[in-house]
């Protein structure tokens, strides 16, 4: 079955600090690994996205990185601030026929960034 | 900037009222979607559509259908709505093949 696996469900962190999140997949094939950032009562917004030929993307302080044997993917966010506080959202693509993807999204992280 | 524009923010509907959920983009994709969304799961997909009159069942279209009449515009509705859909339903269009998808702010729907 394909399912994308977020831990920790909800994280709390202070200011300053790092943080990873993780992500594991059984997605099979997949096309690409994307982390989305949404905070409370918006759409997600694409942080980064990688094929499985690219094991890690910035994006300011957000590094993905991905390891597609393992099938495992982690988000890192560097100097947190508290407009980092969102969840975080793993989705991987799995290819169908056509060439048109379909997303299998995480139930995503929820950060919380304290003073 | 492109744009996925979802007409209500907040929508609150009685049980067996027909409900209209509008989706609009700026940006000529081809591709639609109609996602929802709950606490402790990942986004579903409900309904896609790859172009205009054309549309496919997602994961979850019981008690969905959608409209494509035109190609910017993207209409979910809820024949009769029930205390179980009540949700975030979060719209989401791309160009075919492409990498990204835009999604909209969502539509928190709650019917009572």
């Known amino acids: 079955k394909n399912q994308v696996e977020q831990s920790p469900q909800s994280l709390i962190i202070l200011e300053g600090k790092n943080c990873t999140l993780q992500?594991?997949?059984?997605?099979?094939?997949?096309?690409?690994l994307r982390w989305y950032k949404q905070d409370t009562g918006r759409g997600p917004v694409s942080l980064t996205i990688?094929?499985?030929?690219?094991n890690t993307k910035s994006n300011g302080r957000y590094t993905a990185t991905l390891d597609a044997d393992t099938k495992q993917s982690s988000l890192h966010i560097t100097a947190s601030q508290l407009s980092d506080s969102a969840s975080y959202i793993c989705?991987?693509?799995?290819?169908?026929?056509?060439?048109?993807?379909?997303?299998?999204f995480g139930a995503g992280t929820r950060l919380a960034v304290h003073p | 900037d492109v744009k996925v524009t979802q007409s209500s923010r907040y929508l609150v509907k009685r049980t067996g009222e027909k409900v209209f959920l509008e989706c609009v983009q700026d940006?000529?994709?081809?591709?639609m979607f109609w996602y929802r969304q709950d606490p402790g799961l990942g986004l579903r997909l409900i309904y896609f559509?790859?172009?205009?009159?054309?549309?496919e069942k997602g994961d979850i279209p019981e008690g969905y259908s959608v409209s494509r009449e035109k190609k910017e515009r993207f209409s979910l509705i809820l024949e009769s709505a029930s205390t179980n859909q009540t949700s975030m339903y979060l719209c989401a269009s791309t160009a075919p093949r492409a990498g990204g998808y835009t999604f909209g702010s969502g539509t928190r729907l709650t019917v009572v």
């Open positions: 989705v991987v693509s799995l290819p169908l026929s056509g060439g048109y993807n379909k997303l299998i």
């Open positions: 990688m094929t499985f030929s690219e």
């Open positions: 992500c594991n997949y059984t997605v099979s094939p997949f096309s690409n």
């Open positions: 940006m000529d994709h081809e591709n």
């Open positions: 559509s790859y172009d205009v009159k054309m549309k």
